[in-house]
């Protein structure tokens, strides 16, 4: 079956994340790029946002445990966000990309993309 998608597109985050000294000391930016698969059939037919996945919630989540978190590797903090997004979210699967845009000179950005299912 066709799952519907609720998403986060570029949600920009200024965090602590890296393992190089200066990463540990001076915040940088911080892209995610986020999408749920849940049914939002029955949200649509009863016009609730409770049978939905609420997206300012899951931007204000995101944000708040990327901030205190302060994650030296990407795949630990990536790995970390799909477990809480699934138990915190009605969503049979998670797809996170999380992209750090000046850690390659000359590259647009570099970052992972992890997927994960209940």
Known sequence: MNMDRVFLRDLKIRCIIGILPQERVKAQDLL???SLECDLRECAALG???DSIDYFAL???VKDYTQQRRAELLETLGEELCT???KRFKAQSVT???E???AVP?????????????
Do not use: D, H, M
């Open 32 to 34: 995610v790029n986020c």
């Open 48 to 50: 609730s946002l409770k």
């Open 59 to 61: 931007a204000q989540f």
């Open 84 to 86: 809480e997004i699934l």
């Open 96 to 98: 996170l990309r999380l």
């Open 100 to 102: 750090k845009p000046q």
């Open 106 to 118: 000359g590259a647009a950005g570099a970052g992972i993309e992890l997927e994960r299912t209940r």
